[in-house]
């Protein structure tokens, strides 16, 4: 089984794409989603999005960092080469904030520039250099404790092989009264971020379209003029928890992923 998926991998080398199969074992998930991460680790995953790109993609969002209170706690995920965490590292008006940035995609410059900006605040800062999956909620809360705010502009759940559990760790990491921001792709011409669901004939809905249909919390759509060329495929929303106790989470698995070494991560799920 191990020859046949390094064989796998190889191959993948050269046609650059991964097909997962619709069955699959335990192991057979782990050893794709081993893969995935390596070719996350290796793509061109460093954004180098700043934050004025991030607010124009997510409106309201720099006018709500802005309300930010000391003590609160900033965490983006999917922070890409930390160029919109060190704009907030950089504002002497953001001063007292602790930042939480997760990135597999950073370089070492980047690295120091943004330890350099942290030293010089009065709030903390973590950085994580790996996979979401890889971090326990209690090393990002810990001293820090829950978020205030989470931003994922093109992060974690737009490349998760496991976004329900990753949406649940997101929601327990927030706040009662705090906010989630996010944009993610949901491309027509491609099986990005697409869920099979289990009682509608198969129809096909983009995850975030899924969370519109979760008790417990509200999700608004948000209008954005940031230029992309496939703009209208491109998502964005807000989350707020109104009833913690209410939330249920579809329980959705992987059914296929095709991601490329460019950094396209296209996958579709099933839910169960």
């Known amino acids: 089984m191990l020859l046949k998926y390094l064989i796998t991998f190889v191959s993948l080398l050269m046609v650059n794409i991964i097909s997962i199969p619709v069955s699959l074992s335990s192991q057979e998930v782990k ?12 793509g061109n995953f460093g954004e180098n999005r700043s934050l004025v790109d991030y607010s124009s993609m997510l409106p309201g969002l720099l006018d709500e960092i802005k309300t930010l209170k000391k003590g609160d706690h900033i965490i983006d995920a999917g922070a890409g080469n930390l160029i919109a965490v060190m704009d907030i590292l950089n504002d002497e008006n953001l001063q007292g904030l602790n930042i939480s940035a997760i990135s597999a995609g950073i370089d070492f410059d980047k690295i120091r520039l943004s330890k350099e900006l942290a030293e010089k605040r009065t709030g903390k800062y973590n950085l994580f250099e790996k996979m979401f999956n890889k971090i326990k ?10 978020a205030k705010l989470i931003m994922d502009v093109f992060g974690i759940l737009s490349y998760s092989i496991s976004p329900a559990k990753d949406l649940k760790r997101y929601l327990d990491l927030l706040k009662d009264d705090g906010l989630i921001y996010l944009v993610s792709s949901s491309l027509d011409h491609l099986p990005s971020s697409k869920v099979v669901l289990k009682d509608e004939k198969k129809s096909k809905i983009s995850i975030l379209k899924l969370l519109m249909q979760i008790p417990g919390i509200k999700v608004t759509p948000l209008d954005f003029s940031y230029d992309l060329s496939n703009q209208e495929h491109i998502e964005a929303v807000k989350i707020t928890i109104v009833d913690r106790d209410k939330i249920v989470i579809p329980n959705i698995i992987i059914n296929d992923l095709v991601t490329t070494f460019s950094g396209t ?8």
């Not at 909620?137 to 829950?146: M, S, V, Y």
């Open 265 to 272: 991560g296209c996958r579709t799920f099933i839910e169960y």
């Open 31 to 42: 050893l794709y989603s081993q893969i995935n991460e390596m070719i996350i680790e290796r």
């Open 137 to 146: 909620d209690e090393e990002i809360t810990k001293d820090l404790g829950k």
